[in-house]
DNA sequence: TTGAAAGCGCTAACAT
DNA sequence: ATGTTAGCGCTTTCAA
């Protein structure tokens, strides 16, 4: 237990061979006699030798991690896109590094300073400083980044995002086209891109169809949250001239919502019909399941891994270029807004 | 941006000091005079230094990371338990790498294997593999681990866990004392100490209540989803005698159960009463709120994390000596369960 | 195909 | 209080 541990010296010795030979026959197997290795191969095990990383990043100058920091994992839809990321990482090889950072900027900052330190091959981040100031120490320190979840145009920097605008579209569009004219939109922090997104997009809907602006009533909420969902029920209950559908920013709302409707014994979605966002697999397990935007989360974070371990690949990030790639939601339609009005 | 990274030898030559003293600026900021300190740290500043973690790991034989391998974040419980796990790590002032191990012994192995050649400072582990060996490597290499959310009698490991045989019991008790008389258990793989465990604690509840062991009925499920549940609900509708209470092992078979009995028009509580596992939030925000038995799963990660760091801190591991905490569950009581009968 | 040797950037022991 | 210096374990030229 308190034996020395076992260096690459040590495998050296016993098999017979120098140090450079036995790095060659991990490193490059093929550079080595097969004899040669399969006699350092044996001793490694009788040795039980493991090598050391951190020697080979001192050496080499990159690890072999890749960090992935979101916002929270009470959310399953950061978690398939953790997923998403964690695979393709792994695939190539890769260890992955899953932090949270709980919507806090300093948090995120705090966990920036760890990654330079670490000097992890790359990141892939959900931003929660909408500055982006907190990610300004990976680019000095030339740790290549990917923004996910999120668009952005600088040219310095790739991101992965699902097209928000169009995802509000497609809710209230759905919505209108089921004859409702009332239709509340409860929202989240308004600092967020994707919450204006959103609305931006269930606004054009309402243009399109010809509807005035004030069709929209939004109820903001400040954690998008199930019980942030309740609280909104309550408000929406509370409203003069009711609205007749309600589009939710996010499932953990249309979730806490829906529960609190059915207490209050408003029928869903004879009452009021729901829409949720990113269906998570919660949204479709309830007893009214749930209308959703779902966004590929899982493909959202394959890809930004991938462009992450490209841009890696360029030594020196010379002659890589930066690209900002929007996928497209979708709306799955199930009964908690499958009731005509008007 | 092609530059050479800057190292303590820039700073010290910069601040016209010897890298000793900018090393002695960080770690022993007392052996420093105040003022040289000030300047060695401008001159960071300036610079963009950064600390290179590999080589301060290299040198000190130990990384400031703990690994934390979870069966799976898709269920919320586990991310509560790294929710708890995390916290305590970073008040430490240690980073936490959350990797999961899709309850795939050799998805583990892999794991274990990248956690020894990163020498992390320990490792929390929620075992897939049922007969311990994936985690040998790390015993070999002297690296601490912390087994949670199982019972570990070897005086080798700590552990964490919950005790399931009286979780099993208090939720069939529960359900007895509403006069129930047939219960289901909708379970999962026998391979799982916490399954075989909760069954246990549910036929004591029912001998000590004077009622035979085919009392319950078990149906086992292979995966213990939202999905199995609503499978479980089938079987458990084409039942001869059928049971009017049902004791799921956790909350996404419970959750899908409620769903298929809703959908298929059988009332919950009144028809079938329903108790889960686990309480995970979700589960208390569908329309009827289930019944469920609850965990302490922060509280464990957090304990676990701490049990972690008093045996990495002891030298050589030496003097430490192993501990198995055991936490009680708690009956969380809800609507799915409301109901008297007989 | 293999060996010898020079560091990677830092910490800590020792010297001043 | 500060400076000097010897490695930590590995990869990678360069020679043989």
């Given at each position: 237990?308190?034996?020395?541990?076992?260096?690459?010296?040590d495998?050296?010795?016993?098999?017979?061979?120098?140090?450079?030979t036995?790095?060659?026959s991990?490193?490059?197997?093929?550079?080595?006699?097969?004899?040669?290795?399969?006699?350092?191969?044996?001793?490694?095990?009788?040795?039980?030798?493991?090598?050391?990383?951190s020697?080979?990043?001192?050496?080499?100058?990159?690890?072999?991690?890749?960090?992935?920091?979101?916002?929270?994992?009470?959310?399953?839809?950061?978690?398939?896109?953790?997923?998403?990321?964690?695979?393709?990482?792994?695939?190539?090889?890769?260890?992955?590094?899953?932090?949270?950072?709980?919507?806090?900027?300093?948090?995120?900052?705090?966990?920036?300073?760890?990654?330079t330190?670490?000097?992890?091959?790359?990141?892939?981040?959900?931003?929660?400083?909408?500055?982006?100031?907190?990610?300004?120490?990976?680019?000095?320190?030339?740790?290549?980044?990917?923004?996910?979840?999120?668009?952005?145009?600088?040219?310095?920097?790739?991101?992965?995002?699902?097209?928000?605008?169009?995802?509000?579209?497609?809710?209230?569009?759905?919505?209108?086209?089921q004859?409702?004219?009332?239709?509340?939109?409860?929202?989240?922090?308004?600092?967020?891109?994707?919450?204006?997104?959103?609305?931006?997009?269930?606004?054009?809907?309402?243009?399109?169809?010809?509807?005035?602006?004030?069709?929209?009533?939004?109820?903001?909420?400040?954690?998008?949250?199930?019980?942030?969902?309740?609280?909104?029920?309550?408000?929406?209950?509370?409203?003069?001239d009711?609205?007749?559908?309600?589009?939710c920013?996010?499932?953990?709302?249309?979730?806490?919502?829906?529960?609190?409707?059915?207490?209050?014994?408003v029928?869903?979605?004879?009452?009021?019909?729901?829409?949720?966002?990113?269906?998570?697999?919660?949204?479709?397990?309830?007893?009214?399941?749930?209308?959703?935007?779902?966004?590929?989360?899982?493909?959202?974070?394959?890809?930004?891994?991938?462009?992450?371990?490209?841009?890696?690949?360029?030594?020196?990030?010379?002659?890589?270029?930066?690209?900002?790639?929007?996928?497209?939601?979708?709306?799955?339609?199930?009964?908690?807004?499958?009731?005509?009005?008007?």
């Amino acid at each position: 237990m308190t034996k020395k541990t076992v260096g690459i010296s040590d495998v050296a010795r016993e098999a017979g061979v120098s140090v450079g030979t036995v790095s060659n026959s991990f490193n490059r197997p093929d550079s080595v006699a097969p004899e040669t290795r399969a006699r350092i191969l044996a001793v490694v095990e009788r040795l039980g030798y493991v090598r050391s990383e951190s020697a080979r990043q001192l050496r080499t100058g990159t690890s072999r991690i890749v960090a992935l920091l979101v916002l929270d994992l009470a959310n399953p839809f950061f978690v398939e896109v953790a997923n998403g990321a964690e695979r393709a990482a792994r695939a190539a090889g890769l260890g992955v590094m899953v932090c949270t950072s709980a919507q806090s900027p300093s948090e995120e900052a705090e966990y920036v300073g760890l990654f330079t330190e670490q000097q992890v091959r790359g990141v892939l981040v959900i931003p929660a400083d909408p500055t982006g100031r907190s990610l300004e120490p990976l680019r000095r320190q030339g740790i290549p980044y990917v923004v996910v979840d999120r668009l952005v145009e600088d040219a310095e920097v790739c991101s992965v995002s699902v097209d928000d605008v169009a995802g509000g579209r497609l809710a209230v569009e759905h919505l209108l086209a089921q004859g409702h004219r009332r239709v509340a939109y409860i929202s989240g922090p308004a600092h967020l891109q994707q919450i204006r997104d959103r609305r931006t997009g269930a606004l054009h809907a309402i243009a399109a169809a010809g509807l005035p602006p004030h069709t929209l009533h939004e109820l903001p909420t400040a954690h998008m949250t199930i019980a942030a969902g309740r609280d909104a029920a309550a408000r929406l209950l509370g409203l003069a001239d009711r609205p007749t559908a309600v589009f939710c920013a996010n499932d953990l709302l249309a979730l806490g919502l829906e529960q609190a409707l059915y207490s209050a014994g408003v029928k869903v979605p004879e009452e009021v019909a729901i829409v949720g966002y990113d269906d998570i697999e919660f949204a479709s397990a309830v007893a009214v399941p749930l209308t959703s935007v779902r966004q590929p989360a899982a493909e959202m974070g394959r890809l930004a891994a991938q462009m992450l371990l490209a841009e890696a690949a360029g030594d020196d990030g010379i002659d890589h270029e930066h690209r900002s790639v929007v996928l497209q939601p979708e709306l799955v339609v199930r009964t908690s807004s499958l009731h005509r009005v008007g």
